[in-house]
Every structure is written in C-alpha cells, then in structure tokens.
C-alpha cells in the first residue's frame, strides 16, 4: 500500500474488536505490516482482552507492540480520555474496577434500548451482542444494529438520529474522574497520557492531573488542528510530559478518514513510553 500522506513509524492510539474497533487485533497488525509501520497501540476502551493477540500477531509481523488501555472520565462536564499503557494486567485493583466499568456499559446499553423502544424500535440485546465481538459493549455496537435492522444507513446517523448526545435513546454513561483514571493507571505501574485535550479543550484541567500522577499528553491526533498540536507540546514541555500520539483508528466504518498511521510518532516515542514503565 502507498497512501498518498506520509505514515508515521508507530501510531499508539488503537482500538480492535476487543471493544469497538471494526478489526480484530490480528488483521489491525496485518494492516500495520502492510502499510509499513514498526510500532502499534492497543487502546480498547475498559479492557485489556486484545493484548495477547495484538503481541502474538505483533512477533509474527515484526510490529513492535505497545499494551495499553483507554478509559473515560469527566471533568467539568467534558469527556477526558485517559490512555494508560504497560500497566499490570494481573492488577487486582485494576481488573476489579475494569469489570465494574463494563457492567455499567451493559447497563446503560439495556437502558438505551428501553429508550429506543419507545421511539418504536425494536432492538434486542443478543442483536448488539452479535457485533462485539469483546467483552467491552459501546454504542456503536448498538448502532450497528440499527444499521443491520434498517433503521439507518450508517453509524453515524445512528448517532446522530438516535443515541448521540442529545439525540432521544442517549443515556448518559458513568464515568471516572480523570484523578481516578490516572491513580487507576499509576496503581496498576502503567504510564498516563491525556487523550486527545485539543477535542474538548482541556488545558485548564492539566496542572493538577499532573500532581496526581499525569506522565505525558496525546499531541498529535487525528481530532488535533496544528494549533492544538503547538499548544499541547509547549504544555507538555513545560511540565515534563511525554508526548505522545495516534489516529484513534477504529476502522473506516467507525471513523471515516481516520486512516492508520496517519497520525503518530516515531518510533523512539515508543520506547520512551517502555522505559518510563519500567520506574513506574
């Protein structure tokens, strides 16, 4: 594949089957190795359950594997993501938070569909099941099912018309505070990055993450204009911060445009990211 932009080595910001990415961990790591990267992220959102796959496939192809994990909080009513990466899989703490997370995935999406059916759309919950294919249950799984049932024509217009923000079956989901999602992170030896700050302006928010434990901000990614990008590494230079950075991929039907690798670092960032784990 030659894509007409240039790739970066390493994109650390991924998401598979595992939770609701359109590729399993396997073909995320072919496609790597076909478009010519040496280093990938595996980011699912509350679950680490791709990593063994991802770092399997990873040996196979020669793709350099970064295990991580992405978790939502809120603050000041904003979404702030938190990427945690090389944390303990065996965590106690960890994995006992990790699958009270997902339960409330659970229970919000029996709630979205209470909503919808009151909208008179009929969706069960085996009928979202069938599209995620992890453990970890998210709303495009639900909107794949409006898709399949003809409700709509696409993902995003099930968002949109649906169970988007503001939109008539939307259930708002329980969240960490970004304190809880760095202290989660850090407890379990991992290494914290703010996701994304450039998408729900989140600067204010960084002085005291840092305090409790925040090791590096995502500059370079695919929601980031080059002033977002100018701003968040002169934050994180002031701060000592690692700087991080990934596409979000989700695959095409998910994120139209957010292609893989587009957005990134080398893959010295990588490394870095290793190397402050190991003092975590």
């Not at 790597?32 to 991802?54: F, N």
């Not at 995502?218 to 080059?226: L, M």
Request: charged letters at 25%; glycine letters at 12%.
């Amino acid at each position: 594949m030659n894509p007409a932009f240039t790739l970066f080595e390493a994109d650390l910001h991924c998401h598979t089957t595992a939770s609701d990415g359109l590729l399993t961990p396997t073909e995320l790591i072919v496609l790597a190795a076909e478009l010519g990267l040496k280093g990938i992220g595996i980011t699912d959102h509350d679950t680490i359950q791709g990593w063994q796959e991802a770092v399997e496939a990873g040996e196979k192809y020669q793709i350099r594997i970064l295990r991580g994990i992405e978790l939502s909080t809120e603050w000041q009513g904003k979404e702030v993501h938190i990427l945690g990466y090389e944390i303990d899989g065996s965590s106690n703490i960890l994995n006992d938070r990790l699958k009270c997370l997902r339960q409330a995935r659970e229970q919000r999406m029996l709630k979205i569909l209470e909503r919808l059916e009151a909208q008179g759309i009929q969706i069960t919950v085996d009928e979202v099941q069938q599209f995620a294919q992890g453990e970890s249950i998210g709303r495009p799984h639900i909107a794949h099912a409006l898709m399949e049932r003809g409700y709509v024509g696409s993902i995003g217009e099930g968002f949109d018309r649906y169970i988007g923000r503001g939109a008539p079956a939307y259930v708002p989901r329980y969240k960490l505070t970004p304190e809880e999602g760095i202290e989660l992170v850090r407890v379990a030896h991992g290494v914290a990055v703010l996701a994304h700050p450039g998408a729900h302006h989140l600067e204010g928010g960084i002085p005291a993450w840092v305090k409790v434990g925040l090791q590096g901000i995502e500059v370079r990614h695919s929601d980031h204009k080059p002033e977002d990008e100018k701003k968040f590494r002169a934050i994180a230079q002031e701060y000592h911060l690692l700087t991080t950075g990934g596409s979000d991929f989700h695959g095409e039907a998910h994120k139209p445009g957010v292609t893989l690798g587009r957005w990134g670092v080398s893959l010295k960032v990588l490394q870095q990211i290793l190397d402050v784990a190991q003092h975590n």
